[in-house]
């Protein structure tokens, strides 16, 4: 491991986004097929339409109203506008929270007596190598899927994927809005990150003690995470 952290950055960087977008793809346009997407927009479409019959109207005057809701995947070749999408799925995380998190634990032990001589680029690169942790559920809905139960559709899969995301703690009836925003978005992989990077500063620097740069790591998140469900979003929204 420690031989891998020595690496050049660039490196890991490209085997990070290669990792990451390799798994996005497979959980995206593999799991996630035209098939299994075209299902759940025909049901859609056929919801849609039994609530316009059951109003005891001649449809033929929402005609325009009812085809927005019927799609159908034509091409389900894998095409550049598909790539650009799922590479800023994979891309803009990264960066937000690798380069975001490695700058603002660089601030915060800038004044410590030991843990300023913590140079950016191996907490940049333990950090880039724990963000891989974040596509694990992913990886676990895969191989489910992929493997064990074939037959599925996409409620299927959000009702997998909630497993592992804190929301299944809470009712959503009767929690406020931007708690629900919140534990709807975050999993039990978050909390993995912060000790995966202090575990990985531990093995380069083997003279410091791990619960000190694990702390700092969980302190270094926690201000992120504030800022990336606070600021971030509402900075988001007026644009």
Do not use: C
């Amino acid at each position: 491991m420690k031989k891998f952290l020595d690496s050049s950055t660039l490196l890991i960087t490209l085997l990070v986004i290669i990792i990451s977008y390799l798994v996005s793809f497979v959980s995206n346009d593999v799991v996630l097929s035209d098939k299994v997407y075209q299902k759940h927009l025909d049901k859609k479409y056929e919801t849609k339409y039994n609530e316009y019959r059951n109003l005891d109207i001649d449809l033929t005057e929402f005609e325009d109203e009812l085809k927005q809701f019927e799609q159908t995947a034509d091409d389900s070749s894998y095409g550049w506008d598909t790539f650009y999408v799922d590479s800023l799925f994979v891309l803009v995380p990264l960066l937000l929270v690798s380069l975001g998190f490695s700058a603002t634990f660089l601030i915060l032990i800038l004044f410590h007596k030991k843990l300023y001589i913590l140079k950016y680029l191996n907490i940049l690169k333990a950090s880039l190598i724990a963000f891989i942790v974040f596509y694990v559920p992913e990886v676990i809905s895969a191989i489910y899927f992929i493997i064990f139960k074939k037959n599925y559709q996409l409620n299927d899969i959000h009702n997998f994927e909630s497993y592992f995301r804190f929301n299944m703690f809470f009712d959503k009836a009767n929690t406020s809005k931007w708690l629900w925003n919140i534990v709807n978005e975050t999993g039990f992989v978050y909390v993995l990150f912060p000790l995966i990077v202090g575990l990985l500063l531990g093995y380069i620097y083997t003279n410091i003690k791990k619960r000190a740069l694990i702390g700092y790591s969980y302190l270094a998140y926690s201000i992120i995470f504030i800022f990336y469900n606070t600021v971030f979003w509402y900075l988001f929204d007026l644009v």
